[in-house]
């Protein structure tokens, strides 16, 4: 990505934050004139960044604005490849829409789609996902996985590892998975996964992930008819975390996950989603084909697959209407 | 009366059934359906041994059926390409139960175009037909679950 006069002196005013750089400096690793660099710096200002100016030494960074951008995105995305190609909104249809067009003209893998504001967000089967809402964490990314699209599939359950992964990193909250991959807090919804993908029968062109998770939630900000089945961080927690932070911590744990995974393949991190499970060990009832069983549910096989057992036969699940609540 | 592309689904269903004999009665009329299994064959190959028995009645109802039974008996599979599944899971052709279909029979595609959607464990694998050709038959149910290879559509190529 080829950085504006901008981005890279966001770049390195935040790779020095621990230290004073003078504007000549600045000026001479950018290559612009020292007040080229100051009004760039005004500019910053404007936008909410803080430094702080000291005669002689030169300026640092002290902090930023709050407000999800690229700049903000970018600035602290402590990743090799994921969301170091980006865009952001204020606010779009659907995250997941722009990076299927994205992915259509050649995205690199790891490009990301962040916005404010989702009009038309969306899980399966084009259900609507209440999104609008500035609270939340709404974006979507590409990846180009080398594996057989068969393998595709559980990059679902480690996109789920990844949040849990991020949420116990901030919170002592208990969350869990209800499989594959929502994400609940004391059985209450707050992050959702939808994973779409364009293959061949031995080659993946791409995937894109989308997530939503409610971040910064009043209970009063969602509608009437989900109320009772939702939750966010705030509600849970009574803190308000940043949004970018999230997103940023979350693309960096998906991304050690989703390496390690590329190398290992899933059996390494079948019992951590496991850990997870929402409402393992108990009973399901669930339709295949229009047809209603049960059985207990002890756990998923290494191919991502939920295992039901019903007098010591087992069912694998691969997709089925399962009655969670 | 049972129209052509009625009789076409009932045998096609038969053909992806288990079920080796169908008799259906309906306004005055009867149908069977009589599958001969040979177990080396595709599905989609299988021989039918179709009888129409309306009742006295229903005269010109029988020609027209015998006429039909005979085109069907002796056509050989009007596909030449057959896309298969690349995953288990549930086979969609809509975008969501309120959409338009991706593709009908007779519709023209090309390589890129959109056939159906296959999901499973919530990963949404959208399936391009990789030919140029004619949707023939569709060879599978919206939502049906599929097996891994299961057929689902069969095309003409160009």
């Not at chain 1, 002689?56 to 951008?69: A, H, Q, T």
């Not at chain 1, 916005?115 to 709404?138: A, V």
């Not at chain 1, 339709?287 to 096989?301: A, V």
């Not at chain 2, 004999?21 to 190959?45: N, V, Y």
């Amino acid at each position: 990505m080829v950085l504006s006069n901008r981005e890279r002196l966001i770049q390195l005013l935040s790779q020095n934050m621990h230290t004073y750089v003078s504007g000549q400096w600045l000026s001479n690793e950018l290559g612009i004139s020292r007040t080229a660099v100051w009004k760039q710096m005004k500019h910053l200002e404007e936008d909410g960044y803080h430094f702080k100016a000291v005669p002689n030494k030169g300026y640092r960074l002290i902090d930023m604005p709050d407000k999800v951008s690229e700049n903000t995105l970018f600035w602290g995305m402590d990743t090799r490849v994921l969301g170091q190609t980006l865009e952001y909104h204020e606010q779009v249809e659907s995250t997941q829409d722009i990076a299927h067009m994205r992915a259509r003209e050649n995205a690199p893998e790891g490009y990301l789609i962040v916005t404010d504001s989702q009009l038309k967000g969306r899980g399966r089967l084009q259900r609507r996902f209440q999104s609008e809402n500035k609270n939340g964490g709404w974006f979507s990314f590409i990846l180009r996985p080398d594996i057989p699209p068969l393998h595709a599939q559980k990059l679902t359950l480690i996109t789920a590892i990844a949040l849990i992964r991020t949420i116990k990193q901030k919170t002592t909250l208990q969350p869990q998975i209800k499989w594959p991959n929502d994400v609940l807090i004391n059985g209450r919804k707050l992050a959702g996964i939808l994973t779409e993908m364009q293959a061949e029968q031995d080659r993946i062109h791409y995937m894109v992930i989308g997530v939503g998770i409610n971040i910064n939630h009043r209970p009063d900000e969602f509608s009437d008819d989900i109320k009772d089945k939702v939750t966010s961080l705030l509600i849970e927690t009574g803190d308000h975390f940043k949004r970018r932070h999230f997103i940023q911590d979350f693309l960096k744990n998906f991304e050690a996950l989703y390496e390690a995974f590329l190398k290992e393949g899933f059996l390494t991190f079948k019992e951590e989603w496991e850990q997870s499970a929402f409402r393992l060990g108990e009973e399901l009832t669930y339709k295949k084909n229009k047809q209603t069983f049960s059985g207990t549910f002890i756990g998923i096989h290494e191919d991502g697959a939920l295992v039901v057992e019903k007098d010591g036969i087992k069912d694998y699940l691969y997709s089925a209407e399962i009655d969670w609540f | 009366m049972f129209t052509i592309s009625e009789l076409k689904q009932l045998i096609e269903a038969l053909d992806q059934s288990t079920v080796n004999e169908l008799s259906l009665e309906q306004e005055g009329q009867k149908l069977k359906l009589k599958k001969q299994m040979t177990s080396s064959m595709a599905p989609s190959q299988h021989p039918l041994v179709y009888q129409a028995s309306p009742e006295p009645q229903s005269v010109p109802i029988q020609t027209q059926q015998e006429e039909e039974a005979t085109d069907l008996n002796i056509s050989e599979p009007a596909y030449d390409h057959v896309l298969k599944s690349p995953m288990v899971g549930t086979f969609y052709l809509q975008a969501s139960p309120e959409s338009e279909p991706y593709v009908r029979v007779g519709d023209v595609i090309g390589q890129n175009t959109t056939l159906c959607t296959i999901e499973a464990m919530k990963l949404f694998n959208e399936i391009e037909a990789e030919v140029d050709g004619e949707i023939v038959e569709i060879l599978a149910e919206n939502g049906e679950l599929v097996e891994y290879n299961q057929p689902l559509f069969g095309i003409k190529t160009k």
